[in-house]
């Protein structure tokens, strides 16, 4: 007894049996129930989850935000003990009380930088606002201390940048005025709601870095929501693992990744893709996956090699593909400026191979899939399928290829139609190319699909509202493989599904590529993912190729220094291992560029068989 | 955002030339303004009426008498009404002021009320406030405005005789007129401020703003109020124009002295010059007006200002 209180005493924060629940009466519905755990100063504190585990609501019922979301907390404390001060009962405070707090001693980050920032005020008018409003200063001075922050948090130009609009900068750009508006007035806790899932990695890797110093210069209290394991790894002092609503495990970082004791924390880390993990084997293999099933994790899958890639003769050939597009236009409608999406990109893919296109924002690895697809033309260069040219073809063999190479989209819930049933989605391309005229036989089918993917046949019937996301990522596996393609575009398409489903969902990709032979383009900034899936990897940066071999030698052998910054940004899912010592600073450069003013073509050298290098200028090494 | 402005400029040259020709046209469909003039004088001969037509000008081809009043236009010379001579700029000189005065005032009451109701439904939404607002504003949406404004007369003057029943004297005669457009403009804009700023609200910004610790009020009235003007601006700058068609009513109703009482005057009269020469007023203050709310946008969203 003592001993807990002697805990509790120390704690900044503690959440005492919390509940939240949206809704009333029959359909009300409990996100968070009976939550306990304590923040340290100065500590961090990951509370990790999939989508639906009552991470987030959690984060905003601390500061009692959940009241403007039509949430409820139905029972518990949320005790804050600033240092020196009696403990305060947020669900008990007072709104005015309440409204001290906040942006004061506890500041929020959230996730989207894109949309987190008020577009109508200036980035020095909003970060001002906290400081007028909690340390009373006045405009002047105000303005003083944002631009102190601004550098703080290591953005170039902090004086001409208070009075620029959000939209004028990078996502990495918002996300710092973000850190350094939450930590304007020194707050003593910071709740950090995953604020680094929607930036590229080493962008990421930047954000992680200010966020972990700034918190050691000042000794914040961090909460860090997060879904990736490779961040609470390198981030968090203690772990709280939440599932359903539910805290199913608290304990140190290194116990949690070592020992975990909870069976869903088992199938968590165990879904965790883990860069390095294939090191040493030349090609990518499944493994089994652990899934929640009544309460216990039970493995599914076996370890099979994808032995599947024939190299004789290539299913696709691009030879100096370049994709632009016109932006900018003058008063007359001439053209200032183009986007230099794809630029003298060269590549082949296999018949039963997985080639991966990787690259950040800009880098224009999903103009390639689309232009592929044939939904973006090209500006030059010939694609080549199955021997032919693309450009060369007649209207009813273009058809025809798109019959034959076929698109998973990133989003599950935009990239099925609402309104009709999943089994005449998954038919459609039949219908449509003509493939099987007879009813029967085409429902006959569609079941066949359904049950390849890992869906029932009666599931045909129903409306995709009533699947989960991973259901849906599965009904466009099928729609994808009823026209029998012989390539399949995906772009991004694990990118949004939770770890554990990404992880039956990458199984399956590589399980219908051994039965049917089939091609993968693999498009993605996921590096865990490629080295899991992947047979050859190009590596994209700014529209062109820097780096291009077998996934043994861009993980084993990285070449070029932005594939080296690329594999170093990815956070690793093992609290032991040594931080990374290089410092990864810079933004990604903008593909748009003035008329007139063509971009240079790296030239490649073969470093050891099928594996090329971009050449590099001295001057490109500094940049990237 | 300069170039942008002179696009609108061009158009708006346009759209004035399209709207004399329609009105110029049109009128001249509606009849013979000589029968007009000589009904009720007795015996009355074509001879008659053919030396007015020649006094009127309206013996020249079309084109001519329309490029004469398109001349006019840019001199400010309407012309003289058929009826008793008076020159057209004169008697717009003196209905203008009148219906801008209405028109503003009007649009003035419909957004002091609408802000603040439909942010307050916006913010209690599905529950009573929201609810009574919404019925509210369905019950001004399905008045017709000349009925709205006999049932105000039948209460304000009549019944209660506080408010005199027509006329434009002193500020109590303001009232009923502005408050007839108003009910109507204010039901519209009361679910459009609410929509608006509905969108607006479930923004990730806002909940940044709240956790900064900042005042419900300034929430609102700082963060969201300014994201959700795009569209009531743009709409209001719309509806400016059947706030002008909604006014010829309520000034007949009213017996109001502006441009309303004076087209529908000139119509009757088929007095083409006042009718031309209003219409083509108002249609320029219809074309101006949004003009102004292109150039507020820029002022309200510096995403388009910078562009």
């Known amino acids: 007894m003592s001993d807990t209180a002697n805990r509790q005493s ?8 919390l509940s939240v629940e949206f809704g009333a009466g029959e359909g009300a519905f409990k996100a968070v129930k009976d939550v306990s755990f304590d923040v340290k100063p100065g500590k961090t504190l990951a509370v990790v989850g999939e989508s639906g585990s009552g991470k987030s609501v959690t984060s905003l019922a601390i500061m009692r935000l959940t009241d403007y979301t039509g949430g409820r907390i139905t029972s518990g404390q949320v005790l804050f003990r600033p240092e020196g001060a009696e403990a305060i009962d947020l669900v008990q405070a007072s709104d005015s009380k309440l409204r001290e707090i906040r942006g004061n001693d506890i500041a929020m980050i959230f996730q989207e ?49 208070l009075d620029r609009y959000p939209h004028q900068l990078s996502g990495g750009m918002r996300q710092r005025v973000m850190i350094a508006m939450a930590l304007a007035c020194n707050p003593k806790l910071l709740i950090a709601d995953e604020p680094t899932t929607a930036l590229d990695v080493t962008i990421q890797a930047q954000i992680l870095n200010i966020i972990r110093d700034l918190q050691a210069e000042m000794g914040t209290a961090v909460i860090f929501i997060t879904h990736d394991m490779g961040v609470v790894a390198e981030m968090a002092d203690d772990v709280v693992v939440m599932w359903k609503g539910e805290k199913v495990e608290q304990a140190p970082v290194r116990d949690v990744f070592a020992s975990p004791q909870h069976p869903y924390t088992k199938a968590l880390l165990s879904a965790v893709p883990r860069l390095g993990s294939l090191t040493g084997q030349p090609l990518p293999k499944r493994t089994p996956v652990m899934i929640m099933d009544g309460g216990v994790a039970k493995p599914v899958g076996g370890t099979h090699e994808q032995n599947t890639a024939d190299y004789t003769k290539p299913i696709l050939q691009v030879d100096k593909l370049t994709t632009r597009f016109d932006v900018g236009k003058t008063f007359f409608g001439r053209v200032t400026h183009r986007v230099h999406a794809v630029e003298e990109v060269s590549f082949d893919i296999y018949p039963g191979e997985t080639l991966a296109l990787v690259g950040e924002s800009g880098s224009g690895k999903s103009t390639i899939g689309r232009t592929l697809q044939q939904l973006v033309e090209p500006t030059g260069g010939t694609v080549r399928f199955d021997g032919r040219d693309m450009a060369a073809m007649s209207h009813a063999e273009r058809r025809r290829l798109r019959q034959e190479i076929q698109y998973i989209f990133q989003d599950p819930f935009a990239s099925l139609d609402p309104r009709h049933t999943v089994g005449y989605s998954i038919a459609e391309p039949i219908i449509v190319h003509g493939l099987i005229n007879d009813r029967k036989a085409r429902e006959r089918r569609v079941h066949e699909l359904l049950d390849q993917v890992g869906l029932q046949p009666q599931h045909a019937k129903r409306y995709p509202h009533e ?18 393609p012989k390539l399949i575009i995906a772009d991004e398409s694990v990118s949004a599904l939770d770890v554990s489903i990404q992880a039956q969902i990458v199984n399956l990709l590589m399980e219908l590529q051994e039965r049917r032979r089939l091609s993968y383009l693999f498009i993605t900034h996921d590096m865990a993912v490629v080295e899991k899936i992947s047979h050859r990897v190009a590596v994209m940066y700014l529209g062109q190729i820097v780096e291009l071999g077998s996934r043994q030698a861009i993980f084993e052998n990285p070449q070029h220094s932005y594939t080296r910054k690329l594999l170093a940004a990815v956070p690793i899912a093992d609290p032991q291992r040594e931080r990374a010592k290089v410092r990864i600073e810079g933004e990604i450069p903008s ?12 030239r490649m050298r073969e470093v050891e068989p099928g594996h090329w290098v971009a050449i590099e200028a001295d001057s490109l090494r500094g940049a990237a | 955002m300069a170039g942008f402005i002179l696009k609108r400029l061009l158009q708006a040259i346009f759209v004035i030339l399209a709207v004399t020709l329609i009105v110029a046209f049109a009128i001249r469909l509606s009849g013979d303004p000589a029968v007009m003039l000589l009904s009720g004088g007795g015996n009355v001969t074509e001879q008659d009426l053919q030396n007015i037509r020649q006094a009127l000008g309206l013996e020249r ?20 009404s058929f009826m008793g001579a008076t020159p057209v700029s004169a008697l717009i000189a003196q209905a203008l002021p009148a219906t801008l005065l209405l028109a503003f005032v009007s649009l003035l009451i419909s957004i002091v009320l609408s802000v603040p109701l439909g942010i307050y439904a916006a913010v209690h939404r599905g529950r009573w406030p929201d609810q009574l607002i919404r019925i509210l504003s ?13 049932m105000l007369v039948l209460l304000f003057s009549i019944v209660l005789g506080i408010l005199p029943p027509s006329g434009m004297e002193g500020p109590e005669s303001f009232v009923m007129p502005a408050l007839t457009m108003a009910i109507i403009l204010t039901a519209t804009n009361v679910r459009l401020v609410r929509t608006s700023m509905l969108e607006t609200l479930s923004q990730q910004y806002i909940m940044v703003a709240r956790s900064k610790g900042l005042r419900d009020r300034v929430v609102l009235y700082k963060h969201a109020l300014r994201n ?13 124009g059947s706030l002008i068609g909604g006014i010829v009513i309520v000034e007949r109703v009213f017996n109001w002295p502006g441009m309303g009482s004076l087209a529908f005057d000139a119509i009757s009269n088929r007095d083409y010059p006042v009718l031309q020469g209003a219409i083509t007023v108002l249609a320029l203050f219809i074309v101006l007006i949004n003009l102004l709310v292109d150039i507020a946008y820029g002022l309200i969203d510096p995403r388009i200002r910078t562009e």
């Open chain 1, 10 to 17: 120390e704690a900044l924060l503690s959440v005492r049996s």
């Open chain 1, 113 to 161: 930088p894109m949309t987190s920032l008020n577009p109508v005020f200036t980035i020095g008018n909003q970060i001002a606002e906290t400081l007028i409003l909690h340390q009373g200063l006045n405009g002047r001075e105000a303005r003083l201390r944002a631009r102190d922050l601004l550098q703080k948090v290591r953005l170039p130009d902090a004086d001409r940048l």
């Open chain 1, 467 to 484: 699947f989960s996301g991973g259901q849906r990522q599965r009904i466009c596996i099928a729609r994808a493989l009823a026209s029998n």
């Open chain 1, 591 to 602: 593909p748009v560029r003035p008329v007139g003013q063509e971009p240079a073509i790296h």
């Open chain 2, 61 to 80: 081809p079309f084109y001519v008498q329309y490029l004469g009043f398109l001349r006019g236009i840019f001199v400010g010379d309407f012309g003289k």
């Open chain 2, 138 to 150: 369905l019950v001004g949406l399905s008045f017709p405005n000349f009925w709205l404004a006999i």
């Open chain 2, 228 to 240: 959700s003007a795009i569209p009531l601006v743009t709409y209001i700058g719309l509806q400016f």
